[in-house]
């Protein structure tokens, strides 16, 4: 069910590209925060985007969705230019700090996955569709019984599965987070990545920025590692085999296990 | 049309009111225009605040009202020195949406609303006021404090009518906007990225708010006109169980406060603006009172309520619209 639609419009450059990223360089100012970055996404991937703080991660995610322009190279995504890229309810995007924000804001559950919806339906009225996959998209992240709870009463986990089942409502095709689970307990951050892993499985892709190189490791099928420089794009089984990591980080960089 | 509604509906609605309870101030012109200007006012200044409090960013009411009186004062400016008639609230609104829009785009610029630009905004446009104000000394002064203080019994049937349309804009705005708005005040980072024109509704939500600080001028004072647009939304985010519901609640504390703010204003014979707020304060801190002696009652009532979410439900996020 997820990813179904909209298969029509991927046609352009390469079908089954997602998001392609090609030889992108940014900067804040004179700051460089990007430079000549190439990552491509295939339909239906889970990539995992791991780095040091600061070394661009969230400014290549939103240059993948098109909320920041890029000084030089091309982004494409579903095939179009990503900055016009205007069929926005097939991408859903959980910001860093996105669940931390209006904890006092009183906005129940279901209000918030119902926004899953609104790009579809701006104006008018809900259809009886509209309704189902809201239903849906709470029972599938089990938060059915939570649905008329204010979300900054919940807990970090809770919170964060309200977020996605925002994106299952949308019947999104590409999942983007930033560190999701910052704040989470240990046990929910797995339930949590399992829950990922189902909705990839079922076709949905996902860009996960983590900064727990484990958890990318056993969950993502490919890894991108940055800083300001693409240091190595591939499979996660060779990344820990190669320096990349080491020379991101810089030598004596505290990595992340995955012993949470 | 609106003088008939004025004065054969609402008028003589509320002088059989006044015959009925035998409250003589309900049977004046000027009273029964002061109530509904203030009833107006509590239904737009909530509903408006909602939004804007829930973005962290209520002093841009604050510093929209401040200009808003250099409005006034450029409306007065002109009318003196040009021998014009511009009603003052009509160069107050202009004033006010072309700060509102000026401030928006700078933002849209620099990245975020900062404490001191909105200070600058705020004392400039105050600043502007005093000078063209005190520049052309005379008649201009006069009704200088009805401006800044409010006043009851300067609500013409002209500014009401004003009032009214205002009230039905910004009201039927809101009702339509009401999902996008909604978005980009709760997640506006992913509202983008889902493709709202997040920049066109933030920029909707500014001109509302100057709509609302110039309606709200004349019964509020623009140095309280931030009270009406706050403090009633703090009031209802206390206790509401859904942003749908914040929304009705708000405009609910707001309502008592004006009709109570506006009544001892008329008894005790002082500033309108302050008792409305001094009012709403009151709901504010009794709303905390009453949380804080019920205690678990308050989650208590998140449950009951919880189950009257699915006869809601069909009216959910603004099917009106």
Known sequence: MIGSSHKEATSETSPEKVVSVDGVSFSHGDVPVLEDVS???????????????GSGKSTLVEVMLGLRSPDSGSVRLFGERAV?????????????????TSRDMPVTVREVIRMG????????????????????AMEEVGLEELSSRRVGRLSGGQRQRVFIA????????????????????????????ELLRDLNNGGMTVVLIEHDIGVV???????????????????????????????????????????H | MFEWFLEDVYGAGMDTLAELTGVDMLGYPYMQRAYLAAVLIAV???????????????????????????????????????????????????VAVLTALFVEVLVEHAGEYTDSSLAIVLTGGFAVGSILITANDGGISVGIDAYLFGNLSTVSKENVGILTAMTAVVGSLVAVAYRPLLYVTFDATAARAAGLSVRWYKRLMVVLTAVVVVGAMQIMGVILVAGMVVIPVSAASLVASSFRRSVVLAVIAGEFAAVTGVTVAYVYGVAAGGSIVVAAIAVYLSVIGLGKAA?????????????REDLEEVSADGGEG
């Open chain 1, 39 to 53: 990552v491509d996404i295939e339909e239906g991937a889970f990539l995992g985007i791991v780095g040091p703080n």
């Open chain 1, 84 to 100: 016009n890229f205007d069929d926005g309810e097939r991408i859903a995007y959980v910001a860093q700090d996105a669940t931390d």
């Open chain 1, 117 to 136: 919806r609104y790009p579809r339906r701006l104006f008018g009225r809900f259809s009886e569709e509209d309704r189902r996959a809201v239903e849906k």
């Open chain 1, 166 to 193: 925002r994106a299952l409502a949308a019947e999104a095709d590409l999942l983007a987070l930033d560190e999701p689970t910052v704040g989470v307990d240990a046990e929910s951050r797995e339930e949590f990545y």
């Open chain 1, 217 to 259: 490791t056993e969950y993502a099928d490919e890894i991108a590692c940055i800083n300001r420089r693409l240091y190595f794009d591939g499979d996660p089984s060779e990344f820990v085999e190669t320096d990349a990591l080491a020379e991101a980080y810089g030598k004596d960089q505290h990595v992340l296990s995955h012993d």
């Open chain 2, 44 to 94: 737009i200044g909530p509903l408006v605040g909602t939004f804007l409090v829930h973005r962290e960013m209520s002093m841009i009411s604050d510093t929209l009202a401040h200009t808003a009186f250099a409005g006034v004062a450029v409306g007065l400016f002109v009318n003196t020195t040009l021998s014009l008639s511009v009603p003052p609230m009509a160069s107050a609104l202009v």
């Open chain 2, 295 to 307: 205690g678990v009652g308050l989650s208590a009532y998140g449950e009951v309520s919880g189950r």
